[in-house]
């Protein structure tokens, strides 16, 4: 199946819309695209299935074995036309300076997979073929085999890099996107904003993909994108699969949850779970005969006056967890089981009340990055935080996690991730692939509350 790595030589380059002009006009073609992100981010996939109407899935090498990024990326593109991966940060950034760090190349070498470099071109010319050698000189097992411009000032400009690349580099200059700014998405924590908070996305979309028929040689990209299989890897969680097909777990699906792996959900059903999708915004109670609840994370203080007028839904999910009911949540879904959540304007928004502590926004990140998490019960897993949230410690919570943070060297350690009757909550956002042990200890609660 052809295959294309969409990398940058620095975040904001450009990458994220030059993949989904690139997604959306192969889509537009009647092509099937198989989204993929590189590394932990959850709005860029949200971006990915708005264009191509496919699910998006991540792909982190930090967070996961190499194999385990085999598998997924093969089982995750059956009956595609071509798979389009979209990078993170510069092509080499990852965890550590190692050429293993869960970077973008690190993927691309993984899956065999060839690269296309985006190289942001305003006010450069000549020197562009010494920036783009640079990246492919670092790392020679990287196959960079062609480059898009972006923001380049009009086709003389776009034809003096072409020429110069193509002279001195021997790749292919595929074509460019010009200085737009009416196509650009705007921008919240550091991430993209979801993509159903988009104003007039459509619109943005077809001028892009307009540009990228106009000026970007997808021919050439394909062919490019051509190339042999990286062959069948064993499921590495075919010991659990069909396990659990009696539990029915409650997940939250609306705008303010909406940061879930694909994969994690994926493998929930592989195990034979049914998900049970509702919103706490607008549904009045989780649905019947839930086994168990998923609570993702999302942006829960932007839709908090919301969540916090839905008292029937709070009251619901309160008296459920207090009779038992086992329940995960990751960064919003623990702000959500908080008393509540008090915004930087000072406002105070009552949330479900079951971990007895408050939620605060704060004006900086408080915590980003890759992590290594052990649970009280000895399970040893890989993490990502990013929040902008703290919780207020008190003497009646109890910790289920203990985080230490390393890159070349130790960083820190804390104790997070709160824990009451059959709830863990925690700022972690986890993959379930990073450690199967994880995800069995929460169904395995849900079949005990089952089966009481």
């Known amino acids: 199946m052809k295959r294309v790595v969409i990398a940058g030589t620095h975040s904001g380059c450009g990458k994220t819309t030059v993949s989904l002009g690139i997604m959306a006009a192969l889509t537009k073609r009647g092509k099937k695209v198989a989204p993929f992100k590189v590394g932990p981010d959850y709005i860029d996939p949200s971006f990915h299935s708005f264009v191509t109407g496919n699910l998006s899935y991540n792909l982190d090498s930090w967070l996961l074995d190499s194999d385990t990024v085999k598998y997924l990326f093969n089982k995750n593109k059956k009956g595609m036309d071509i798979c389009i991966i979209e990078g993170v940060m510069g092509m080499h950034d990852g965890f550590g300076i190692d050429n293993s760090n869960g970077s973008t190349s690190h993927v691309a070498k993984i899956t065999k ?17 010494a920036l783009i050698m640079g990246y492919m000189m670092y790392d020679k097992e990287v196959q960079v085999k062609g480059v898009i411009f972006n923001k380049v000032c009009g086709e003389k400009h776009y034809e003096m890099l072409k020429l110069v690349v193509e002279k001195n580099l021997g790749i292919k200059a595929l074509g460019y996107l010009p200085k737009r700014d009416d196509i650009s998405l705007k921008s919240r924590h550091l991430g993209l904003i979801p993509a159903d908070e988009v104003e007039e996305l ?26 042999e299989e990286i062959g069948i890897v064993e499921n590495p969680a075919k010991d659990i699969y069909m396990k659990y097909k009696s539990l029915k777990i409650g997940v939250p699906r609306d705008k303010a949850f909406s940061f879930y792996y694909g ?33 993702g994370g999302g942006f829960p203080e932007i839709f908090a006056k919301e969540l916090e007028e839905n008292i029937t839904m709070r009251e619901n999910i309160k008296d459920l967890l207090n009779n038992g009911l086992p329940a995960y949540g990751e960064c919003g879904g623990l702000m959500y089981l908080t008393n509540g ?9 009552k949330m479900v009340g079951f971990l007895d502590t408050e939620s605060m926004m704060t004006n900086r990140l408080n915590r980003f990055g890759y992590i290594n998490v052990e649970t009280k019960t ?16 008190n003497e009646n919570l ?11 060297k130790f960083i820190g350690q804390w104790k997070c991730g709160l824990t009451k009757n059959n709830v863990v909550a925690g700022y ?12 069995k200890e929460f169904l395995d609660k849900c079949i005990e509350f089952k089966n009481r």
Do not use: C, W
């Not at 493998?267 to 915004?281: D, N, Q, T, W, Y």
């Not at 959540?341 to 928004?349: E, F, M, N, R, V």
């Open 202 to 227: 459509n619109k943005k979309i077809d001028d892009l993909v307009e540009l990228v028929e106009k000026h970007i040689d997808l021919k050439s990209l394909e062919e490019i994108g051509d190339v």
């Open 378 to 393: 000895g399970i040893k897993i890989r993490a990502h935080e990013f929040h902008r949230s703290s919780i207020e410690e």
């Open 398 to 408: 109890e910790y289920y996690y203990h985080v230490t943070k390393y890159r070349e």
């Open 428 to 439: 972690p956002h986890i993959h379930f692939y990073s450690n199967l042990d994880f995800l």
């Open 263 to 295: 994969d994690n959900l994926q493998l929930m059903e592989e195990a034979g779970v049914k998900l049970l999708p509702f919103s706490p915004i607008k549904d009045k109670q989780v649905p019947k005969e839930v086994d168990g609840l998923y609570i």
């Open 341 to 349: 959540i008090l915004d930087l304007q000072g406002k105070y928004y």
């Open 113 to 129: 997979t060839p690269v296309v470099l985006v190289v942001e071109a305003n006010a450069m010319s000549t020197s562009a073929a």
